[in-house]
T-cell receptor, first 115, second 118 residues
């Protein structure tokens, strides 16, 4: 069964460093999302992406964040200068069609720890 | 603005008991979708079910069943004859609205941690 994959599974970085989180969505999917989950809290929407541009972003997704689809398979989230409060689990999701009726399938997550 | 409330933070039941997880939502849209996801201790989010706002039929899938009631804005999830493998955090989520494709973020509740005691 096709699935969303994410790398790395864990990343530890120093405050102020740049990190890139990588995702490979399900191959025929066209809509991509990033969410984050601070430890013990709920899952929060960061950004949605379609047709090589951002569709919507939350207030969390400030200028320190960017997303990119550098090729036909990868979808990346970059944090330019990490802060302590960026420590969280980051989930990538994809769906094969836009619209609220489509199910978003999530990857296993990348646990980011900023020291 | 949309909101999902899961008032039960933690629930523990003994194996084989039935358990119901509550979900209450708020939305101004007449068209919306509701979801349940399971997050086992390994951390991934596993899709369980999707329901649209026009379909209030209850759904059963094996030991799982869902009760959707628009009158009370609730979408509750029942596990029958619980098993240890059901231990996880369960999230209810809502997607609402417009027809702007690619704009359909999920709003999650805070989750209910379910522990099944052997």
């Amino acid at each position: 069964e096709p699935e969303v994959t994410q790398t790395p599974s864990h990343q530890v970085t120093q405050m102020g460093q740049e990190v890139i989180l990588r995702c490979v969505p399900i191959s025929n999917h066209l809509y991509f999302y990033w969410y984050r989950q601070i430890l013990g809290q709920k899952v929060e929407f960061l950004v949605s992406f379609y047709n090589n541009e951002i569709s919507e972003k939350s207030e969390i997704f400030d200028d320190q964040f960017s997303v990119e689809r550098p090729d036909g398979s990868n979808f990346t989230l970059k944090i330019r200068s990490t802060k302590l409060e960026d420590s969280a689990m980051y989930f990538c999701a994809s769906s094969d069609w836009g619209g609220i009726q489509e199910t978003q399938y999530f990857g296993p997550g990348t646990r980011l720890l900023v020291l | 603005a949309q909101k999902v409330t899961q008032a039960q933070t933690e629930i523990s039941v003994v194996e084989k008991e039935d358990v119901t997880l509550d979900c209450v939502y708020e939305t101004r849209d007449t068209t919306y979708y509701l979801f349940w996801y399971k997050q086992p201790p390994s951390g991934e989010l596993v899709f369980l079910i999707r329901r649209n706002s026009f379909d209030e039929q209850n759904e059963i899938s094996g030991r799982y069943s869902w009760n959707f009631q628009k009158s009370t804005s609730s979408f509750n999830f029942t596990i029958t004859a619980s098993q240890v493998v059901d231990s996880a955090v369960y999230f209810c989520a809502l997607s609402e609205g417009t027809l702007n494709f690619g704009n359909e973020k999920l709003t999650f509740g805070t989750g209910t941690r379910l522990t099944i005691i052997p």
